[in-house]
């Protein structure tokens, strides 16, 4: 039997209040209809339908930073910064999906974006290496030049 609870923002009505021993995954819906009710917090324990919203909010997540590090990657003005900050999301999304996802989603999808997500990282990383000797070899030349004066 499936259970589902609904939180409402207003105090004022009242909604019947269930008690579970299992609360499920808890999260809070981007609802931004105004015809439909406020719900401040979600809880569903079904394990399916907890896989099926995970799986595509991480498909969305993934995306961002897939479009975001290959502009990084394809880019000849990227600097180390900006190459190391899409690193650290990365590694966010990666330590979410392995820690706050383990026991909702299926093993197979964790370890298909966890997969995903060390290519991208791997990819990455040399690009850092390259900015890092690049940045070296100015820094190198400019103190060079500043030398022979």
Known sequence: MNY???KKKNKNEKLGKFNFKNEGYVFKPNIK???LIEISSLSISNPELTNTIL?????KTFRKLAAMILKILESENTTTGEAMLAL???TKEKNVIQRKYKE????EEQEKY????KVLESKLKEKIILLNLIEQKQYSEEMEKGHSR
């Open 88 to 90: 650290t999301e990365l």
């Open 4 to 6: 589902y609870v609904i």
């Open 114 to 117: 966890i997969k995903r997500i």
């Open 104 to 107: 909702y989603i299926k093993k």
């Open 33 to 35: 209809s105004k015809d």
């Open 55 to 59: 799986v595509k909010k991480c498909d």
